[in-house]
C-alpha cells in the first residue's frame, strides 16, 4: 500500500489557465518514470473531498513538478497555493510510457493538446537522454494554450505548434498539422496526451500507417490505486475485451488496446 507524503511547494509559475507546481519529493523523485501520476489532496480541508489525478511533469534532483489547467473546484484551489505551503500528495502511480529497448536514433513523435502536454516534457526529456530524435507538436485553442512552448525549447526539444485560431504556429488541428509533417518525418513510435478526440484521431493515423502508438488517457479517479473502479475504460487485452481500471492498467495504454465506442469493438 503506497503512503502519502506532506511535500512542501518549492515554485509557482502561472500563466492565465495554467499553473506550475515544483514539490520537494525525494521519495518521488527518486522513483518516478514518464506517464506516472500523482494524487493530490488540495488542501487540508475536506473540501474538496477526493485527491485528484496529475501527471508527473518533470523530475529535477529531489523535485517533481506538476503542470495543470485550472478546469473546476479542485484546479482552482489548486492553483491558489503558495510556495512554502505543504501538499499531500500520493505516488508515483500507474505505469508509464513504455521506454524498454533501444532507442538510440529511433524517431519519435510526441503529440500533446492542451493541458496534455503535462507529461510529455518529462517523457521527451528522458527520450533524449536516449538519444531518439524527438519532435514534439504541441497543440490548443489559442496562443494562451501553449505556455510550455519556451521551456521545451530551452532544453533543445523542437517543438511544433499549432491553434485552432491561428495565433500561433499551424493553423488548425494538431493532429492535422502531425498528419502534414508525417510526411517528411515518419516516426518509430507515437506517444500522445490529450482530450479524447485528438487521442481517437492519433490511433486511427497510427493504425493506418502501422506505427505502434501508446495514448494516455484521462478518466475521472476516484483513489487512483484500484479501490474504487471509477476510473473504468473499455479496452481489448489479449483477447479479453471488458472493463479496466487506467488508474492500474494505465493511464498508458497502446492504441490498438482502445476501444473509443461500441461500434469499434
Ligand atoms: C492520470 C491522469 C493524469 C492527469 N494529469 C493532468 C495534468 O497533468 N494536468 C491537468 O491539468 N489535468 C490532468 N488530469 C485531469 C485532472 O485530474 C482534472 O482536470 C482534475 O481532476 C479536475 O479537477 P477539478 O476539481 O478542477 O474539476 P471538477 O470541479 O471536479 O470538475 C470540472 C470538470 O472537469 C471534469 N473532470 C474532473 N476530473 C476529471 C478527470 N480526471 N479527467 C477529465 N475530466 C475531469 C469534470 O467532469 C467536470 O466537467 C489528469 C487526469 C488523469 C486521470
Ligand atoms: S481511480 Fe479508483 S480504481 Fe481507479
Same mark, same amino acid.
Given at each position: 500500500m503506497?503512503k502519502?507524503?506532506?511535500?512542501?511547494?518549492?515554485?509557482?509559475?502561472?500563466?492565465?489557465?495554467?499553473?506550475?507546481l515544483?514539490?520537494?519529493?525525494?521519495?518521488?523523485?527518486?522513483?518516478?518514470l514518464?506517464?506516472?501520476?500523482?494524487?493530490?489532496?488540495?488542501?487540508?480541508?475536506?473540501?474538496?473531498?477526493?485527491?485528484?489525478?496529475?501527471?508527473?511533469?518533470?523530475?529535477e534532483?529531489?523535485?517533481?513538478?506538476?503542470?495543470?489547467?485550472?478546469s473546476?473546484?479542485?484546479? /482552482?484551489? !489548486?492553483?491558489? =497555493? $503558495?510556495?512554502?505551503?505543504?501538499?499531500d500528495i500520493? @505516488?508515483?502511480?500507474g505505469?508509464?510510457?513504455? &521506454?524498454?529497448?533501444?532507442?538510440?536514433?529511433?524517431k519519435?513523435v510526441?503529440?500533446?493538446?492542451?493541458?496534455?502536454?503535462?507529461?510529455?516534457?518529462?517523457?521527451? /526529456?528522458? !527520450?533524449a537522454? =536516449? $538519444?531518439?530524435?524527438?519532435?514534439?507538436?504541441?497543440? @490548443?485553442?489559442?496562443?494562451?494554450?501553449?505556455? &510550455?512552448?519556451?521551456n521545451?525549447?530551452?532544453?533543445g526539444?523542437k517543438?511544433?505548434?499549432?491553434?485552432?485560431d491561428?495565433?500561433l504556429?499551424?493553423?488548425?488541428l494538431?493532429?492535422?498539422?502531425?498528419?502534414?509533417?508525417m510526411?517528411?518525418?515518419?516516426?518509430?513510435?507515437?506517444?500522445?496526451?490529450?482530450?479524447?478526440?485528438m487521442?481517437?484521431?492519433i490511433?486511427?493515423?497510427?493504425?493506418?500507417?502501422?506505427?505502434?502508438?501508446?495514448?494516455?488517457?484521462?478518466?475521472i479517479?476516484?483513489?487512483?490505486?484500484?479501490?474504487?473502479w471509477?476510473?473504468?475504460?473499455?479496452?481489448?487485452k489479449?483477447?479479453?475485451?471488458?472493463?479496466?481500471?487506467i488508474?492500474?492498467?494505465?493511464?498508458?495504454?497502446?492504441?490498438?488496446?482502445?476501444?473509443?465506442?461500441e461500434k469499434?469493438?
Amino acid at each position: 500500500m503506497k503512503k502519502a507524503n506532506q511535500v512542501i511547494i518549492t515554485d509557482r509559475k502561472m500563466w492565465k489557465d495554467y499553473v506550475l507546481l515544483s514539490l520537494k519529493s525525494p521519495q518521488i523523485a527518486s522513483k518516478a518514470l514518464p506517464g506516472q501520476f500523482i494524487m493530490i489532496r488540495i488542501t487540508p480541508h475536506s473540501y474538496p473531498l477526493l485527491r485528484r489525478p496529475f501527471s508527473i511533469h518533470a523530475v529535477e534532483g529531489e523535485s517533481i513538478a506538476i503542470f495543470f489547467q485550472k478546469s473546476g473546484i479542485g484546479t /482552482n484551489i !489548486l492553483g491558489l =497555493r $503558495k510556495i512554502g505551503e505543504m501538499l499531500d500528495i500520493l @505516488g508515483p502511480l500507474g505505469n508509464g510510457f513504455g &521506454l524498454k529497448g533501444d532507442f538510440s536514433h529511433k524517431k519519435t513523435v510526441l503529440i500533446g493538446g492542451g493541458r496534455g502536454i503535462a507529461p510529455l516534457f518529462f517523457l521527451a /526529456n528522458s !527520450l533524449a537522454d =536516449r $538519444k531518439a530524435e524527438i519532435r514534439t507538436f504541441y497543440g @490548443g485553442k489559442t496562443s494562451y494554450d501553449l505556455p &510550455l512552448k519556451e521551456n521545451f525549447e530551452a532544453n533543445g526539444l523542437k517543438v511544433f505548434c499549432s491553434t485552432e485560431d491561428g495565433s500561433l504556429g499551424y493553423k488548425g488541428l494538431i493532429t492535422d498539422y502531425f498528419n502534414l509533417e508525417m510526411r517528411q518525418f515518419r516516426p518509430d513510435r507515437i506517444f500522445a496526451c490529450g482530450p479524447d478526440a485528438m487521442l481517437k484521431t492519433i490511433a486511427d493515423i497510427a493504425a493506418i500507417e502501422n506505427i505502434p502508438a501508446e495514448l494516455s488517457l484521462e478518466s475521472i479517479m476516484g483513489c487512483g490505486i484500484g479501490a474504487c473502479w471509477g476510473c473504468v475504460k473499455r479496452l481489448k487485452k489479449d483477447g479479453v475485451t471488458g472493463w479496466f481500471r487506467i488508474c492500474q492498467e494505465g493511464p498508458v495504454i497502446p492504441a490498438d488496446q482502445i476501444i473509443w465506442a461500441e461500434k469499434d469493438k
